[in-house]
């Protein structure tokens, strides 16, 4: 598997969460949808980083704070 085939399809998941969550009213099963809309863009903005071979900066502005809102909820 090449990372731009997992990389698209990451992100067709990710924007399929998104809409499937528009569709739905306020609640527990919109939140758990956005929230692992949340953790999927975490995983890209990590794919970028990893596969940048050193050009990129480690995602340091994201890690941190996206487990802390993760934690609370």
Same mark, same amino acid.
């Given at each position: 598997m090449n990372k731009a085939s997992h990389v #698209?399809? /990451?992100s067709d998941h990710i924007k399929g969460l998104r809409e499937k969550a528009e569709g739905l009213p306020a =609640? #527990? $099963?919109?939140? +758990? /949808?956005l %929230?692992? +809309? $949340?953790? #999927? $863009?975490i995983a890209l903005r990590l794919i970028?980083?990893?596969?940048?071979? =050193?050009?990129? *900066? *480690?995602?340091e502005d994201l890690i *941190?704070? %996206?487990r802390h809102r993760l934690r609370q909820k």
């Open positions: #698209d399809r /990451l =609640g #527990d $099963e919109r939140n +758990a /949808l %929230r692992k +809309a $949340e953790q #999927d $863009e970028d980083w990893i596969t940048s071979s =050193g050009r990129l *900066p *480690p995602p *941190p704070i %996206r």
